[in-house]
């Protein structure tokens, strides 16, 4: 690419563009103010109970939590259908929201619901901004807003809680961590039974190639080797080209494409256990947003080896 075109990319699309605006406080008046607005204050009414002890959590451990209600803000496909995977079939009525937005307008619809599972990086209204308005509303003091992002930074994590969020949870999403927040905050239930481990070993015989780690997949999708199957096709069916499709960004200096691209793999790939192609795409983000061009065209050539690679393992995986 020309030298020019490195110049032109314009970093400011980027600048903030994923973590929202949290409102700096500069003096003391400020300070107070915010405090009397302060959304703990619009926290839910509903009391966290301890969690105990307890094995390996299968997904037939979430058929205590039947006739729950989850609404889940979350704008990526893929991870739509992780959760929808894990909870399927369990009793746990799940409704999907690709945004902020939509998930002001469903409650403004129907506010029945216990838990918001919130992506915190989503486009139109992101997870930040839709969890301060829904805390300004008493109407929905009952429902639990639990974060979804890969950020684990402690500050990362009291923007979060500054925003009005209860609980986090890690992406990818581990299932021990979404059985022990729905058990915190709802009722008193049967208590977890313990797992024949050799029914459970059966269930995920899997294997570990050079770039996909079908362990960590599998304990993902609770085991189903099934399930994880079809996230291997759905990544297969929308990333396949990403490579050439970022090129042809970085062309055009799509730069704010090309980020929305890269955050979404770097959250897939941890969800099918590709870490490899996981920490490439991180590194690309950060040449990007460093606006290196040479970094960045060489990182995006690893990228497309190492994604040729974790295709032919996924199709390895499937006839195995």
Known sequence: LEEQ??????????AGAEE???????DLDNKEEQKQKSPKKQQSTLSKREVPSHQKISKNDFHIFKGLRVLVAEDNLINQKV????????GVEIVMANDGQEVLNILEKDSNFTFILMDAHMPIIDGFEATR???????????????????????????????????HLEKPLRMDALYDVFYAYTGEQESVQEEDDSEEEAQTK???????????????CGGDRGFYSEILDEFVSSYAN???????????????????????ITGVCANIGAKRLSLIAESLKQAINEKNEKVYLT??????????LLLKDIEAFKQS
Request: net charge negative; no cysteine.
């Open 206 to 220: 899997n294997i570990t190639t050079s770039e996909l780690e079908t362990v960590d997949g599998l304990d993902i």
């Open 83 to 90: 959760i929808s995977g894990l909870l399927g079939e369990t």
């Open 299 to 308: 990182t995006l050539a690893k990228y497309e080896r190492h994604l040729k």
């Open 133 to 167: 308005i829904i805390r300004e509303n008493p109407n929905y003091n009952h429902i639990i807003i639990v974060a979804l992002s890969g950020d684990t930074a402690s500050d990362d994590i009291r923007k979060m809680k500054d925003a009005g969020m209860a609980e």
């Open 5 to 14: 075109a490195s110049e032109s990319i314009n970093m400011d699309l980027l």
């Open 242 to 264: 990403s490579a050439k499709e970022m090129y042809v960004m970085f062309s055009n200096m799509q730069t704010r494409e090309i980020n929305k691209m890269l955050l979404d």
């Open 20 to 26: 929202g605006s949290f409102g700096e406080i500069t």
